[in-house]
């Protein structure tokens, strides 16, 4: 090997697997609280149960906004996966009025795959934002944000995240 060519490898970094393993398995076990902010207050929910209460009580039709954000899709986006009408949101938003069990659920878990994925795209929003929009092969070839109108659709992202997380191809 020559001089040339041993300076132009030496800078060449390897993936080490093992710093993404360690990272994950401290955040893992550290544990997980997830906020959505709104201005009428805010839902908090750090485990399943603490999820399933709050979606017996209802997420109020404002947390569909601060989903939109942290996804970087329009509203109108996220209402037809919702199901939800534009008319009908504007009215249940303007009287303060909760989604229903499934909608809130919904929320709520894209509220969690979310956040998970900006921790594995280490908080780089926009190249999470682009990997959302982009088609993936594990996925059947959709892009993720496709997958966000069902609990198993959101869960199937997540499982693509969490091999991501752990130098998995996905």
Same mark, same amino acid.
């Given at each position: 090997?020559?001089?040339?060519?041993?300076?132009? $490898?030496?800078?060449?970094?390897?993936?080490?697997?093992?710093?993404?393993?360690?990272?994950?398995?401290?955040?893992?076990?550290? +544990?997980?609280?997830?906020?959505?902010?709104?201005?009428?207050?805010?839902?908090?929910? %750090?485990?399943?149960?603490?999820?399933?209460?709050?979606?017996? !009580?209802?997420?109020?039709?404002?947390?569909?906004?601060?989903?939109?954000?942290?996804?970087?899709?329009?509203?109108?986006?996220?209402?037809?996966?919702?199901?939800?009408?534009? $008319?009908?949101?504007? #009215?249940?938003?303007? *009287?303060?009025?909760?989604?229903?069990?499934? !909608?809130? *659920?919904?929320? @709520?878990?894209?509220?969690?795959?979310?956040?998970?994925?900006? *921790?594995?795209?280490?908080?780089?929003?926009?190249?999470?934002?682009?990997?959302?929009? #982009?088609?993936?092969? %594990?996925? +059947?070839?959709?892009?993720?944000?496709?997958?966000?109108?069902?609990? $198993? +659709?959101?869960?199937?992202?997540? !499982?693509?995240?969490?091999? @991501?997380?752990? +130098? !998995?191809?996905?």
């Amino acid at each position: 090997m020559t001089t040339r060519e041993h300076k132009r $490898t030496s800078n060449i970094k390897t993936f080490d697997p093992r710093h993404s393993i360690k990272r994950a398995v401290k955040t893992r076990a550290a +544990g997980s609280r997830w906020v959505i902010v709104t201005s009428k207050g805010k839902v908090t929910w %750090s485990n399943k149960i603490e999820r399933v209460t709050a979606i017996r !009580n209802g997420v109020p039709y404002e947390s569909v906004e601060v989903i939109g954000k942290k996804a970087n899709l329009p509203v109108k986006h996220l209402l037809h996966y919702l199901g939800v009408p534009q $008319t009908t949101y504007n #009215k249940k938003k303007k *009287e303060n009025d909760l989604l229903s069990g499934r !909608n809130s *659920e919904v929320i @709520l878990i894209l509220s969690e795959v979310l956040d998970f994925g900006l *921790e594995v795209f280490n908080n780089e929003e926009e190249k999470f934002h682009r990997w959302l929009r #982009k088609t993936n092969v %594990s996925l +059947g070839n959709v892009p993720p944000e496709s997958l966000f109108d069902s609990v $198993t +659709g959101i869960q199937e992202v997540r !499982n693509t995240l969490s091999r @991501l997380e752990y +130098g !998995n191809l996905a």
